[in-house]
DNA sequence: CTATTTGCAAACCCTTTGCAAAAAT
DNA sequence: ATTTTTGCAAAGGGTTTGCAAATAG
């Protein structure tokens, strides 16, 4: 059983076809949109619905199981959610990057609940650059 | 001169009764949506049209004067962008808070930079907390 | 067999656009 | 007088919904 599989069923999720290919085309870390899901799951299935894309995407978001990158480009891109990531958006060319936590941002987010005396649930931080290795400019 | 219309017109715009009530509205620091200040300056000036509150704050934002904030739940809110900081987002009563970068985030920043080569050109942080002050749970 | 999911189309926002009239400088 | 801005209505684009048929378990 693959393991896409077997974590839909520990979330009481049918495993229907459609289902495990928005996870395997979210798997290739391109941070797609919906659209862009829908173009790829299309080729491989045309009868693919744009509707059940965004079905599953709600539904996979309402178990944990992905999580919404917005990078305020008018629409909404996507990410399977293994733990907690900073994404690095490139200006120039739009690629997208998971970057993991280090030590300064713990640091940071302990000093935010310090100070606030909060209790920090999530931190959603998008770190904009000019250019990336991707577009080597 | 008041200091709106001055700011105006060192962005080389008009100082129109319109967008001085935009800035206005901004300047109370609720994060409002567009519907929100549609509502709110229809009230003092009815034939102020939707419209022209989106054309408005697409005219702010980039002249750099107003930034979008995003917290994902569905529609954009806007705030004066005076310097650099962070959004606090109440889960339970979505208040949003400014907060101000403090060192540690500098920090962060700088961790950033020197661990991946890059330069980051603007942080986009949104803290998430379970409740706040303002709904006091 | 039962509950969930799919696919289609229509409906639903929120946002943008075109254009003539009004206002700012 | 010139250029920008306003207001209205229509169009646009992404997302959601309703429902019958298909599918998973």
Redo the contacts with the bound molecule.
């Keep these: 059983m693959s393991d896409f599989?077997h974590l839909?069923?520990t979330k009481?999720?049918?495993?229907?076809?459609?289902?495990i290919c928005?996870l395997r085309e979210l798997e290739k870390k391109n941070h797609p949109?919906?659209?862009h899901l829908y173009d790829a799951l299309r080729k491989e299935?045309p009868?693919?619905?744009?509707?059940?894309?965004?079905?599953?995407?709600?539904?996979l978001k309402e178990k944990g199981i992905v999580i919404e990158v917005n990078i305020s480009d008018?629409?909404?891109h996507y990410d399977i959610y293994s733990h907690p990531h900073v994404h690095l958006v490139c200006q120039n060319c739009g690629v997208i990057q998971d970057i993991d936590y280090d030590d300064a941002l713990v640091a940071y987010q302990h000093s935010l609940e310090t100070h606030k005396g909060i209790k920090v649930g999530r931190l959603d931080l998008i770190a904009t650059i000019e250019s990336c290795s991707f577009c080597k400019k």
Tied chains: 1, 2.
């Excluded at 009481?12 to 289902?19: E, I, M, S, V």
């Design positions: 599989v839909l069923k009481d999720l049918k495993a229907t076809p459609q289902r928005v949109t919906i659209e299935n009868s693919m619905s744009l509707a059940t894309v965004y079905k599953n995407i709600a539904t008018g629409k909404m």
